[in-house]
């Protein structure tokens, strides 16, 4: 979702100075955004508990480190981007 995030924001930033967009539009869009990666770490939160309760045990942390370490999450995350990839830009 930072990805995403970041994308999105360089996006707008390019249709501002191209004037495709306005400033209103922009404060509307990063609301949306900030909603969505908010919802997203609230989703990531829930599943690493349901882990951690699962296995009896709570520690958050073992699970959030994994991401840079793990082949296995570096492959889903392959797949997520594909899937979650913005479309191509216009112009």
Known sequence: ??????EMKQRHIA?????RCSMEA????ED???????VSDHCSNVA??????????FGTHKYTAVKGEAPWFAEEYKKCRRHYTLPVQNG
Do not use: F, S
């Open 1 to 6: 979702m930072d990805d995403l995030r970041d």
């Open 32 to 38: 949306i955004i900030t909603d969505h990666e908010r």
């Open 26 to 29: 922009g404060l509307v869009l």
């Open 48 to 57: 690493v508990c349901l882990i951690e309760t699962a296995h009896d045990e």
């Open 15 to 19: 249709r501002l100075r191209t004037g």
